[in-house]
């Protein structure tokens, strides 16, 4: 995903918060999505956010999206061993072809 | 259970040799793709279906083939694999509706390694 950037890795202690980065390119963007991969699993959505909003929260999840920066950022509360895996950024703008642009992914490491 | 399998999950093959990855969701989705995960790359969009009879091309097609006879079922068909096809290979489907809340069902992933 040359259009859609993240950091690669971040460890964090268990109970911290967790602050995953990402950065992308086209601001016709209509929708942007976090996804999580476990090891041996596909993907799972997590949340997304839609490109005229700013902030979405579900439970310990918080999506901040800065449209003028083209930054979107993913906040985990309390982290949690389980929340251990690559989470992926995505853009989908909204097109007939419905495809998803990936970013590289951000390995999340959770040290108890 | 609602859910997207892929076939077969792992495969070693050889230059030249035809290979099919099948992949079939229970979902009665009408809209089905196929990416594949490369380090450092993220997911690219191989080829998409909209609807039975009806595909097309996503990011990467060169050296692809697919095919959406029935709803279920949309096969990944490597006519002649080359080692730069060695990838992690996913299968999703949606619903088609084009809703925001709409979300891809991805598949377990097949890993694929051509000597």
């Known amino acids: 995903g040359e259009d859609v950037e993240q950091s690669l890795f971040l460890s964090v202690r268990e109970g911290d918060s967790s602050v995953i980065n990402c950065t992308y390119t086209?601001?016709?963007?209509?929708?942007l999505y976090w996804y999580k991969q476990e090891p041996g699993a596909g993907l799972q959505l997590l949340t997304y956010?839609?490109?005229?909003?700013d902030m979405k929260q579900d439970q310990r999840l918080t999506v901040l999206l800065n449209k003028k920066d083209k930054h979107l950022s993913l906040r985990i509360a309390d982290t949690q061993t389980g929340d251990s895996a690559i989470y992926f950024c995505?853009?989908?703008?909204?097109?007939?072809?419905?495809?998803?642009?990936f970013g590289s992914g951000t390995r999340l490491q959770v040290q108890p | 259970e609602a859910q997207v399998t892929q076939n077969p999950r792992y495969l070693i093959t050889v230059t030249g040799k035809k290979l099919t990855v099948t992949c079939s969701q229970n979902?009665?989705?009408?809209?089905m793709s196929w990416y594949r995960q490369d380090p450092g790359l993220g997911l690219r969009q191989i080829y998409y279906?909209?609807?039975?009879?009806?595909?097309d091309k996503g990011d990467v097609p060169e050296g692809y083939k697919v095919s959406r006879k029935e709803k279920r079922n949309f096969p990944l068909i490597l006519e002649s694999p080359s080692p730069n096809q060695t990838s992690l290979y996913f299968c999703a489907s949606s619903s088609g509706q084009g809703r925001v809340e709409e979300t891809q069902y991805f598949g377990p992933g097949t890993r694929l390694l051509v000597l």
């Open positions: 956010i839609f490109s005229n909003m």
């Open positions: 086209d601001s016709s963007s209509t929708y």
């Open positions: 995505a853009e989908s703008r909204g097109t007939g072809r419905r495809a998803l642009t």
């Open positions: 279906s909209m609807n039975v009879e009806v595909t």
């Open positions: 979902m009665n989705h009408e809209y």
